[in-house]
């Protein structure tokens, strides 16, 4: 095992970590308006998300970069993008990425425990 594997090991992925410097980096430079509502709602997707697969979160993050930066260029207004409802527009933007939240790994515990009870009784 070489040196930067052992670093892996410890302290994950570096290029989840390099990509999140860059996604944070982007989203900086944004004109404010733009900024603060990527801000805003890359917040709550840290908390309702519950995306525990660090390359799932940084492709989400990078996306919504991406989406915030091109709607900054062609001037579209903030509420344009998320609508009038930014809380469905969060959680519809994370559908897209629930392969990552801690709890699919949950349903699939739960339909596989409840599997495994219904063969138990044939």
Same mark, same amino acid.
């Given at each position: 095992m070489n040196i930067n594997e052992l670093l892996e090991k410890v302290v994950g992925d570096l290029g989840d970590k390099r990509r999140w410097r860059a996604y944070k980096a982007r989203v900086a430079a944004l004109p404010e308006p733009y900024r603060r509502a990527t801000e805003a709602i890359e917040r709550y997707?840290?908390?309702y998300g519950s995306i525990v697969k660090g390359d799932v979160i940084v492709t989400m993050a990078?996306?919504? &970069? *991406?989406? /915030?930066?091109? &709607? &900054?260029? *062609?001037? $579209?207004? @903030?509420? $344009?993008? @998320?609508?009038? *409802?930014p809380v469905a527009f969060?959680?519809? /933007?994370?559908? $897209?990425? &629930? *392969?990552?939240?801690? @709890?699919?790994?949950?349903r699939r515990r739960l339909i596989e425990a409840i599997d495994a009870a219904e063969k138990s009784q044939s």
């Open positions: 997707l840290t908390y990078d996306d919504l &970069a *991406d989406l /915030f930066e091109q &709607a &900054a260029a *062609d001037g $579209t207004p @903030v509420r $344009t993008i @998320v609508g009038e *409802d969060a959680e519809d /933007f994370l559908r $897209t990425y &629930a *392969d990552g939240q801690w @709890v699919n790994k949950e």
